[in-house]
């Protein structure tokens, strides 16, 4: 794991001060501190609480109600595979166990080496390009096992 | 002078390698030495030809798609340049039939105009309805928006008009205009499209709802799952304020509005407008009992617009032309038009934007063009996985609000999800009371309860274990989620299960 050259908790306090002032600034806050540490840590949740008058209680209920918020450090790439209606309509759940055998672990979950997190999710609004996934924010439409494996091999390749 | 070529940076195309074709449309042009300006416009919506190319040629804007990067010198080689003859050439844009029965209204500028343009939104008719907004009263605007006929395309299908009175009536210094871009239902990717490919329509209309009730400040309510979108409405938010359309003095009028996205967080219970509104505040997106109504007591308890982005882009168009114009199209109390999606399993998916009234079957097979497998149509699931599974017998239905839900079923955000007869309803059904079980915001029991119990049902019939007492219990089950849910989730995750019962029991059987 690399070593940080700012602390954490400096980045969570400097989101914090930078946003406090905005009107509802909770989810605000912990997209930022997510989008900079790749998830939110829980010693960011008293800070986060603090800064905003709120009680731990309420931050962790906010965390854990959303599913795009993570607690825990994703795989350096994260695969999302949509899941619902019209990708199963195009075979997502055959695609979803090929890719389960490929990366060799469960939705939710990271491979070992850290490389891939897979997550199950809902909807990526490319339903006319059944079966769809994203990586790291790419999309991909019309995804067949083999255009599955390429993609999960230049990721295994590059950084 | 050089070539003006479009090549879509929408979502979509980009899923079926836009991106590769723009690097080697450039890399061919700069190795032939040709002059070329590349555009990133949106899709025009014809998923089945993306990624479509267009040349501007002097007879127009000449189509060439599905292109793959490896066809880019090919189409040099016949010089599509200037609109020459090639296997992947459909002659000009706008005469490929898909397109030309279409109306297209709140669409007419998406896959046309370069997204992060001002210049261009205003070349082709952007703005004037704002223009002849501020020269209007509140009251008229809102007259001209109930006149219309226009109603919510998010789902809800209530009156825009009597909303945005309600508002107008409140006496507060305060107000918001909230746009609900949380678009999480199965089958649509209408609003994606159009924040991607003309986010200043979204934009405009948003204003003119400010300038209309006197409110200063709007939300774009964005789902996380629309990078490329929020990208999108970043920069035409910026270009909109250097133009002098947002801030302190909109379009040098003196009135002020100001415009901001906030990120949702993978939730799709946000898409209800109370939870939303939570969700806006930076809570848990737990649903609100109404009343009091968002338009009296909203977003930090003031009155507040909240509506979906096809119904506030569909406002400079109505009032661009007028209201009477916009309501002669549709049927009955469906009025204007719908972009309707068509996804799935389908040959000839997409966006098609028409007049209610068309029917299923139309779309289904002269639109669509069958499934994408080459089986036959089992079934469609209308308005997302809260709506109807429609069987084949009814697919003469027409597609407005009332024929649908006159057959128990809804139009919902007007996306239609396409399953051959491979499809095993039972699953279907299952899957829909997990959706449920994994989105409920837990608030009312009905539906966090209602829905787990739901799954365990379904599964014990799949099982074959007792099967009559269970599929009896499971429409007792959707009986009392309909009844006794706070919103709509818990309401209406039973429908695709009742629907799948009533027209497919035969699926609720042991497996063999």
């Given amino acids: 794991m690399q070593t940080r050259a700012v602390p954490e908790k400096d980045i969570v306090r400097r989101i914090v001060t930078e946003r406090r002032g905005r009107p509802g600034p909770l989810l605000e806050i912990l997209h930022a501190i997510q989008g900079e540490l790749g998830y939110i840590p829980g010693g960011a949740v008293p800070q986060v609480a603090e800064g905003l008058n709120l009680s731990r209680a309420e931050v962790h209920g906010v965390i854990t109600f959303y599913h795009y918020f993570r607690r825990s450090p994703p795989g350096t790439h994260t695969v999302q595979l949509c899941q619902a209606e019209s990708c199963q309509a195009m075979g997502a759940e055959a695609l979803a166990e090929h890719a389960r055998a490929r990366l060799g672990i469960d939705f939710h979950e990271t491979t070992a080496n850290g490389r891939f997190s897979l997550e199950p999710i809902y909807c990526l609004g490319n ?33 | 002078m050089s070539t003006v070529i479009y090549v879509p940076g929408d979502a979509g195309a980009l899923s079926l390698g836009a991106g ?5 449309i450039l890399a061919e042009a700069r190795r032939r030495g040709a002059e070329i300006a590349l555009v990133r416009n949106g899709s025009r919506g014809a998923y089945w030809l993306e990624p479509l190319v267009e040349v501007v040629t002097p007879a127009g804007r000449m189509a060439y798609g599905p292109v793959s990067s490896a066809d880019v010198p090919g189409l040099f080689a016949a010089d599509f340049l200037s609109g020459g003859a090639h296997p992947l050439a459909h002659g000009l844009a706008d005469s490929i039939a898909w397109f030309k029965g279409q109306q297209r209204l709140t669409f ?86 159009l924040m991607e490919g003309d986010p200043l329509s979204l934009i405009e209309g948003m204003i003119i709802a400010g300038v209309a009730v006197g409110a200063t400040q709007g939300y774009i309510y964005l789902r996380a799952e629309y990078p490329h979108a929020l990208r999108a409405l970043q920069t035409a938010i910026q270009a909109a304020t250097q133009a002098g359309y947002l801030g302190d003095n909109v379009a040098g009028s003196a009135r002020r509005f100001n415009l901001e996205v906030r990120l949702g967080a993978g939730a799709y219970i946000c898409g209800e407008e109370t939870s939303m509104l939570e969700s806006l505040e930076g809570k848990r997106g737990e649903v609100r009992v109404r009343p009091p109504l968002p338009a009296i007591k909203g977003l930090f308890g003031q009155p507040t617009i909240v509506n979906n982005v096809i119904t506030l882009a569909s406002v400079p168009w109505i009032l661009d032309h007028g209201a009477e114009a916009y309501a002669n199209f549709g049927s009955g109390k469906s009025r204007g038009t719908l972009p309707i999606q068509l996804a799935g399993n389908i040959r000839r998916g997409g966006l098609i934007e028409r007049a209610f009234g068309l029917s299923l079957r139309e779309l289904l097979y ?84 209602g829905s787990t119990r739901g799954v365990e049902v379904i599964e014990r019939i799949i099982q074959g274990i007792d099967t009559e007492r269970n599929v009896q219990l499971l429409e007792e089950l959707c009986d009392t989620m309909v009844q006794g849910s706070l919103c709509g989730l818990g309401g209406m995750a039973p429908f695709p299960v009742q629907s799948a019962l009533k027209h497919f029991r035969e699926d609720f059987r042991a497996r063999t």
Avoid at chain 1, 133 to 150: K, N, S
Avoid at chain 2, 141 to 154: D, E, F, W
């Fill in chain 2, 108 to 193: 007419e500028r998406v896959g046309v105009v370069d997204p992060t343009s001002v210049a261009d939104y205003v070349k082709y008719g952007g703005f004037r309805a704002l223009t002849r907004a501020l020269s209007l009263s509140g009251a008229d605007i809102v007259q001209a928006i109930t006149a219309s006929g226009l109603r919510g395309r998010g789902g809800a299908a209530f009156p825009t008009g009597i909303k945005w009175k309600t508002v107008l009536d409140q006496r507060t210094a305060q107000k918001y205009i909230t746009c609900n871009a949380d678009e999480g239902d199965s089958g649509t990717f209408a609003d994606r499209m």
């Fill in chain 1, 127 to 159: 339903c006319a390009c059944s079966p769809a996934l994203m990586i790291d924010g790419q999309l991909h439409g019309r995804v067949t096992p083999e255009r599955f494996d390429a993609l999960i091999a230049a990721g295994e390749k590059g950084t």
């Fill in chain 2, 366 to 449: 002269d639109y669509g063009g069958g499934t994408a497998t080459g089986r036959p149509i089992r079934t469609v699931q209308v308005g997302g996985p809260l709506g109807a599974y429609i069987p084949a017998s009814q697919f003469d239905t027409a597609v407005d609000y009332e024929a649908l839900s006159g057959i128990g079923a809804l139009l919902g955000h007007g996306g239609i999800v396409v399953f051959d007869d491979s499809v095993d309803m039972a699953r279907m059904a299952r899957y829909a009371m997990e959706f449920c079980a994994i989105e409920s915001c837990g608030k009312c029991t009905p539906c966090r309860i």
């Fill in chain 2, 20 to 24: 590769e074709v723009a690097q080697a």
